[in-house]
């Protein structure tokens, strides 16, 4: 088959995807097979990769098909808006072979090294302060106060972030999330990121930021700035979408939502279905093959992007056992070189994110009904707009609150703005209180 012009392309960044993905897998499944040529961002022609065999030999082939994207690159303007994203950095996501390995070797030991049962308590923690924040409302928008919001904090602890560039690293997280001043929040990333790294070069801590600097992989500190801005930017969203999915689910389906306070939380089982049905990253690990390859009778040009559709590969019908409970074989975390590291982790703190939350309060129920659940466009992400629930108001645990939050980051955009959706001012104050814990 030979590749379609842009405008015929089926569009990946359009509302009928983010409404409805599964429609549009199926669409491109029965019209062009496991290799569908589609416009990923305007004006980016790329093959989306949709069987799950057929995934899996790409995603374990790195010499015919590499991740380096420059060559790609070279054809497309500069102002092409895919840049963002796709554009080359050095970094472990866009490197191939011993760089690659390099960078990898230092992010996966310094993971190895977080202690679980600290990591359960940051998760608590962050949690408690979180839920504190709503509980006495009887109802809230989970993605705007919780599952967007914990990561962070989360990351923050692992991290050994001071409450002043955490500040900033948060304000730009959310900045780039929300498209607000997207330069400003990149800039303000980079700064946050490179502060951080001098500080733990001059005062290491136990915590993943020293442990990467101190690594015999020797990463420099550019090295170091783009391997961590890549952890943050990256890392944060599908944790975030990864809980708000699940509790989705939990709170829609009627296999998961049977007896959510009779002590036998179905949450490892609903993060399973989800992670196959709704993976949070739902097209991505682009690669760039290195000469046309013919597949099926697709061909995918050289150089041109090759992404891999997980949630399409996930449920590809000649695969699909039916048994998804327990079975960890799905390609959410992707799969060969390039596979997350930061799976374990990340599952870890989804998990006990959704418990925490349903402990405190038992009686969560969807405060619309799951079809009128709205899905944030994008071609790369599987995001909840918003989560509404109501609950029974419950106690707040942490009373007292510390003086005044510290914001030093400079404008724009100020905490004001970026707390305004969740009114939650008080949170920064809290968080300052058991930093240093
Ligand atoms: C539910 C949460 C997560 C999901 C579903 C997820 C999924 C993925 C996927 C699909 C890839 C492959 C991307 C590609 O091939 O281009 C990947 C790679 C990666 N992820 Fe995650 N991820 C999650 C959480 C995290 C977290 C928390 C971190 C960081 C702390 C992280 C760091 C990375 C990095 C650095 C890579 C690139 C690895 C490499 O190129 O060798 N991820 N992740």
């Known amino acids: 088959m030979t590749a379609e012009?842009?405008?015929?392309?089926?569009?990946?960044?359009?509302?009928?995807?983010?409404?409805?993905?599964?429609?549009?897998?199926?669409?491109?499944?029965?019209?062009?097979?496991?290799?569908?040529?589609?416009?990923?961002?305007?004006?980016?022609?790329?093959?989306?990769?949709?069987?799950?065999?057929?995934?899996?030999?790409?995603?374990?082939?790195?010499?015919?098909?590499?991740?380096?994207?420059?060559?790609?690159?070279?054809?497309?303007?500069?102002?092409?808006?895919?840049?963002?994203?796709?554009?080359?950095?050095?970094?472990?996501?866009?490197?191939?072979?011993?760089?690659?390995?390099?960078?990898?070797?230092?992010?996966?030991?310094?993971?190895?090294?977080?202690?679980?049962?600290?990591?359960?308590?940051?998760?608590e923690q962050s949690a408690d302060v979180l839920i504190d924040g709503f509980a006495a409302d009887g109802e809230a928008d989970l993605c705007a106060r919780y599952s967007g919001r914990l990561p962070i904090l989360v990351f923050n602890r692992i991290f050994g972030s001071p409450p002043d560039i955490a500040d900033r690293i948060m304000q730009a997280i959310i900045g780039i999330a929300e498209l607000v001043d997207v330069e400003n929040a990149s800039a303000m990333l980079t700064r946050g990121v490179e502060d951080l790294i001098s500080l733990k070069r001059a005062a290491p801590g136990a915590d993943v930021i020293s442990w990467m600097i101190e690594h015999p992989a020797r990463l420099t500190d550019e090295e170091l700035t783009d391997q961590?801005?890549?952890?943050?930017?990256?890392?944060?969203?599908?944790?975030?979408?990864?809980?708000?999915?699940?509790?989705?689910?939990?709170?829609?389906?009627?296999?998961?939502?049977?007896?959510?306070?009779?002590?036998?939380?179905?949450?490892?089982?609903?993060?399973?279905?989800?992670?196959?049905?709704?993976?949070?990253?739902?097209?991505?690990g682009f690669t760039y093959p290195v000469r046309n390859v013919e597949r099926a009778g697709y061909v995918m040009p050289a150089d041109q992007p090759v992404a891999i559709a997980y949630k399409a590969v996930n449920t590809d019908p000649s695969k699909n056992t039916g048994q998804r409970v327990g079975n960890r074989a799905h390609l959410a975390f992707s799969a060969g070189a390039h596979t997350c590291p930061a799976k374990n982790p990340a599952r870890l703190i989804a998990s006990i994110a959704i418990e925490k939350?349903?402990?405190?309060?038992?009686?969560?129920?969807?405060?619309?009904?799951?079809?009128?659940?709205?899905?944030?466009?994008?071609?790369?992400?599987?995001?909840?707009?918003?989560?509404?629930?109501?609950?029974?108001?419950?106690?707040?645990?942490?009373?007292?609150?510390?003086?005044?939050?510290?914001?030093?980051?400079?404008?724009?955009?100020?905490?004001?703005?970026?707390?305004?959706?969740?009114?939650?001012?008080?949170?920064?104050?809290?968080?300052?209180?058991?930093?240093?814990?």
């Open 228 to 284: 961590i801005s890549l952890l943050v930017g990256k890392g944060i969203a599908p944790i975030h979408n990864l809980i708000a999915n699940a509790l989705s689910l939990l709170l829609s389906d009627g296999r998961f939502g049977g007896d959510l306070s009779g002590g036998s939380l179905p949450v490892e089982d609903a993060l399973d279905e989800v992670l196959w049905t709704d993976p949070p990253i739902v097209n991505f």
């Open 5 to 123: 012009a842009h405008q015929d392309r089926v569009k990946m960044y359009d509302a009928q995807f983010a409404a409805d993905p599964a429609g549009v897998y199926e669409m491109l499944r029965s019209r062009y097979g496991d290799y569908a040529p589609v416009e990923l961002v305007p004006g980016v022609s790329a093959t989306l990769v949709l069987g799950y065999d057929a995934a899996l030999e790409v995603l374990r082939d790195p010499v015919t098909f590499p991740k380096d994207p420059r060559r790609w690159q070279q054809t497309v303007p500069p102002d092409c808006p895919a840049l963002p994203i796709m554009g080359y950095r050095p970094n472990v996501l866009y490197t191939d072979g011993d760089t690659h390995a390099r960078f990898r070797k230092a992010i996966v030991d310094a993971f190895g090294r977080v202690d679980a049962v600290a990591l359960r308590a940051y998760v």
């Open 357 to 437: 939350l349903l402990d405190r309060l038992p009686d969560l129920d969807l405060a619309v009904s799951a079809d009128k659940l709205q899905w944030r466009p994008g071609p790369f992400h599987r995001a909840l707009a918003s989560l509404p629930v109501r609950f029974a108001p419950a106690a707040v645990l942490i009373p007292t609150l510390v003086p005044a939050p510290r914001f030093s980051a400079p404008p724009p955009p100020t905490p004001q703005q970026f707390h305004a959706e969740s009114g939650d001012s008080s949170l920064w104050s809290r968080l300052t209180s058991w930093w240093s814990v």
